[in-house]
């Protein structure tokens, strides 16, 4: 590919609901810790700097105060130029905020040919994934907006995503003929086996001239993605073979995460951790939280923080629709979150020493634990949770 003209547009605003609480409003999913070296927006940040995309010409778009200063404190150090990080009003959504990176990268190289992605999401930057993005490329230098789709295998995945479903062409990319949002169980089935259609991965690739002329002098601020895409008139989708999680959910958090060899556990978040007898669950902690663990099994722990208030969230990972829920919730009511709380859970206790009821502990889908928070002589907050039932005698 040609690069010199080749721009990436991050859009990395949001509410923070799908990885709740570890993710919130003023720390959406694309913030948070993916893995020892990256949070989401650093890795994606590195997907495209892998396919020769230039640090400065990478634009950021965050909606609120602090997601911009999180913006700047984790991609400056990546090479991304301050003044590309823009700020725009949440009333824009997705594709007005798509829109409004257009403006800013035409108004910068009106040869632009912008590469749009989502910030939250997880793919392996191989060969496959390379040459998707290159036939994308291609087709948007004809002047054709082209969606980035990925081939699915898991009826589970393809449930829960966007699908285009297209016809062929004499080209490498596909002509789209239709969409397929989120299908139950029998449409996910048919159109896996049709064989004509790609998951959606949010990627979406076009010329910066084709879309300024497209909405020079329009309004755009909460349009839907798909009324603009449909206004773009003649869409192409590029399929790839790449490895892709839209990780919507604290277990497919976990399913991508590194795990231990024998016990298969997960820990992210940069906090102290010690398990003891744990087997497939994942504990996250913040930087400056300690957080140690003994019977977890199935389960999410999670030591965090929301609005200065430390958090212990003991879950069932299989329990993302109360997950999703107590996130709605907090969206609408956040005094919700003024006080320990328990969704689906019974049995569970609290204990608290030195920090009177500052951290709030919840329990959500999960039955005799103990969650012991106190702050131990250096100032550090710890939390100590435990199975009742379970022996704690083998590390993990």
């Known amino acids: 590919m040609d690069t010199n003209h080749l721009w990436t547009a991050i859009i990395a605003g949001g509410q923070g609901t799908r990885l709740f609480p570890i993710s919130h409003p003023d720390c959406p999913k694309q913030f948070c810790q993916l893995d020892e070296r990256n949070t989401f927006i650093q890795a994606v940040v590195e997907n495209f700097t892998f396919l020769g ?9 965050t909606t609120n105060e602090n997601q911009t200063a999180l913006a700047r404190k984790q991609c400056l150090p990546r090479g991304i130029l301050s003044q590309n990080i823009i700020q725009v009003s949440p009333k824009l959504g997705y594709a007005g905020s798509m829109i409004k990176a257009n403006e800013k990268i035409y108004d910068l190289d009106p040869d632009a040919i912008i590469i749009n992605t989502p910030a939250d999401q997880y793919l392996v930057p191989d060969y496959e994934f390379k040459a998707a993005i290159e036939s994308a490329v291609n087709e948007a230098s004809l002047g054709y907006a082209t969606i980035v789709g990925v081939k699915v295998n898991d009826i589970v995945t393809a449930m829960g995503c966007g699908h285009a479903i297209y016809e062929e062409t004499k080209s490498d990319c596909f002509h789209v003929t239709g969409f397929v949002e989120k299908p139950d169980k029998k449409t996910a089935d048919e159109i896996m086996r049709k064989g004509n259609s790609a ?12 879309v300024k002329n497209i909405f020079a002098n329009k309004r755009y601020a909460g349009i839907s993605t798909d009324k603009m895409m449909a206004q773009l008139g003649h869409l192409m989708v590029s399929v790839g073979y790449f490895e892709w999680h839209d990780c919507g959910t ?7 995460s590194k795990k231990t060899p024998n016990h298969k556990n997960a820990s992210l978040g940069g906090g102290v951790f010690e398990r003891m007898d744990c087997h497939r669950s994942m504990l996250y902690a ?25 958090i212990v969230v003991v879950a069932k990972l299989s329990d993302s629709q109360k997950i999703k829920q107590l996130a709605e919730d907090y969206l609408k009511h956040e005094e919700i979150l003024t006080d320990d709380f328990s969704m689906g859970a019974r049995n569970n206790t609290v204990l608290r020493s030195n920090v ?11 039955e005799n634990y103990a969650v012991y928070v ?5 100032g550090n907050l710890e939390a100590v949770v435990s199975q009742q039932l379970a022996k704690t005698t083998k590390a993990s």
Not at 199 to 210: E, L
């Open 374 to 378: 106190h702050r131990k002589a250096d």
């Open 53 to 61: 995309v230039k640090p400065t010409q990478i634009v950021v778009i």
């Open 250 to 256: 604290l277990k497919s958090l976990y399913d991508i």
């Open 199 to 210: 998951c959606n991965t949010g990627i979406n690739v076009w010329r910066a001239d084709v």
């Open 286 to 310: 913040i930087e400056g939280f300690e957080l140690r663990v003994s019977g977890a099994e199935d389960d999410a722990v999670l030591f965090t923080s929301i609005n200065e208030r430390p």
């Open 356 to 366: 009177s009821d500052e951290t709030i502990v919840g329990f959500v889908g999960v």
